[in-house]
């Protein structure tokens, strides 16, 4: 199965919160994204509401319910008392919990499971008692350990962190180490029986390589690299070439 794409709204939603106005329309670009092919959209809805705003919740909830039933919606967080009710009234399809600190600009590492793996335990249960399905925020670092004790929460993928890969735009050489390291930790989670996503700083240049070395890559979920092409080349093109990127028929 060709890997699938998540569009991130965060971006679309900050530039909105830059005015007092309701444009540019997170559900309307949503809508778009869906209508070009995107298998889903994804939010992280920070305690500040700095983009996402909690009231965007129902609204693309209720826009992937009556419109795309067959779509996904993915919320990402730290997870909070707050953020899991939260969830739990979304009832989203996919929650990715992250290790984010709530001051944090964006998400920068995945979770250190030696330390947390015990700790994640029931907050996974509870998710999942609920019909979520539940994805952890990982480092890419080919911790086969790691990976164990991610699988020993309950949690059913882990999302690889890929923004030092992505970050190597301009060193091809560095990313080719870090797209191996990527590889041989997704080698293991698959080994262990969980699904594998991917998030972070991808773009249409870097993702082929990354969908080559992980063909069972579930998902990735793009924000700030599709909203920046969008700029140009317009959300429902850019979706299709994101999907193209993907490795899908568009």
Known sequence: MPTKLSVNLNAVAMLRNRR???????EGLGRIALQAGASGLTVHPRPDQRHIRFT???????????EFPAAEFNIEGYPSEDFLTL?????????TLVPDDPTQATSDHGFDFHATHEM??????????GGMRVSLFADGDGDVEAVKLARATGADRIELYTGPYGGCFDNPERGAEIL?????????????GLGVNGGHD????????LVKRIPKLAEVSI???????ALEYGMAETVRRFRRACGQAV
């Not at 007092?20 to 997170?26: A, E, F, T």
């Not at 969830?87 to 929650?95: D, I, L, R, S, Y």
């Not at 773009?203 to 390589?209: D, E, F, G, K, Y």
């Open 180 to 192: 191996e390291k990527l590889g041989r930790t997704a080698d293991a989670a698959l080994a262990e």
């Open 202 to 209: 991808l773009t249409v240049a870097n993702l082929p390589a």
């Open 120 to 129: 994640l335990k029931p907050i996974v249960a509870r998710l999942k008692k």
């Open 223 to 229: 924000g700030h690299g599709l909203t920046a092409d």
């Open 87 to 95: 969830c739990e009234a979304t009832q989203p399809e996919q929650v």
């Open 20 to 26: 007092d106005l309701p444009w540019p329309s997170v």
């Open 56 to 66: 965007d919740l129902p609204v693309l909830r209720a826009l992937i319910d009556d």
